[in-house]
């Protein structure tokens, strides 16, 4: 393949709008083609972005799309209930494709996906940018040298407020609702720092028979645990901490692409016999101040920028550049593997939803 790739981009919503301000940052990537359901959405968002070659073509479905010869990878942002066959017609055409999250509605669903990925010989992932932003990455990485000591325990919650109308992806089962929309966030991120769960449990929320617009879910390991929650209902802090036995990590708001981390060194716990006896606490403003502060002590709290380039989409692009360019037919760091064990794992959640009105 030659050293520039060529992209052909699926979808011209904003997240689509994202995608390419990140791409264009990138000297060997070039837009080359635009499609959409009609001519003229495409011609405009074509139009949005010229590049020194010109603009993009501006083609109208994803057959017009994946038949140009002159087109490497196709970035595939479509609603989520179309995923599956437009992977499947790019996929067919011989075409590599980075699919947007959900990959696909279901588990079935992804594992057709990931077989005519492999049959056809071509590249494929799930658009899961925030295994490859920086703050993610650092905190891996640091959990992989031990600097937490042994990793318990995953709490990440992720809700967005959503209006009830008009519908949108959060409110139309066909397009997975909420657990599709958002909670593949914290799923992903669980396999991502832990591996595959022994144990799934979960209970998703809905209103009126719509698809579930609140949901949590615990995940067990042989010595680890997660607790994940997603909604459209409220808004939380959208941060995520991982405790571990000398320590935790922060991932600050947003934790899908955090702008900076928080380690916090802890001590190990005592033996019985080591406990020091009760004692009767200090009392007064300075005691109050001391107990204060005490989470500012920088010689066991550090502080850690992650910057990252754009809206944060660039460190996917790069890995897919890194693929393609090495041969590689899936991104070790974003199996699909893991996609279709992520949406396996939200199937459970999904087919037991509860209605608000039974735990009011």
Known sequence: MAQTVSWGVLGTGIIAQRFVSDLLG?????????GA?????????????????????????????AARPDIDVVYIATPNSDHMDSALACIEAGKSVLIEKPIALSGGQARRIAEAARRKGVFCMEAMWMRFTPGVVRAKAMLEAGEIGDPLHLDARLFFPRAPNPPGRTDDPAEGGVILDLGVYPVSLALHLFGAPNEVSGVGLDRG???AQQAALALGWNARTATLSCGSTGEADNAAVIVGTRGRIHLHRQFLCPPFLTRVRTAAAPAPADRAPPRRQAV??????????????FRRVALIPTPYLGFGLRHQIDEVHRCLLAGARES???PLADSIRTLDILDRVRARPQPLEAVA
């Not at 990138?26 to 635009?34: F, G, I, K, N, Y």
């Not at 139009?47 to 603009?55: D, I, L, T, Y």
């Not at 993009?56 to 057959?63: D, I, K």
């Not at 007064?284 to 002590?297: E, I, S, T, V």
């Open 26 to 34: 990138r000297p060997d990537a070039r837009l080359t083609a635009v």
């Open 37 to 65: 359901r009609s001519t003229g959405s495409a011609q405009a968002f074509a139009a949005a972005f010229p590049q020194a070659s010109g603009a993009p073509a501006a083609v109208a479905g994803v057959e017009a799309l």
């Open 284 to 297: 007064g403003r300075l005691a109050f101040a001391k107990r204060l502060l005490q989470p500012l002590d």
């Open 332 to 334: 070790p760091i974003m």
């Open 209 to 211: 028979g719509a698809a």
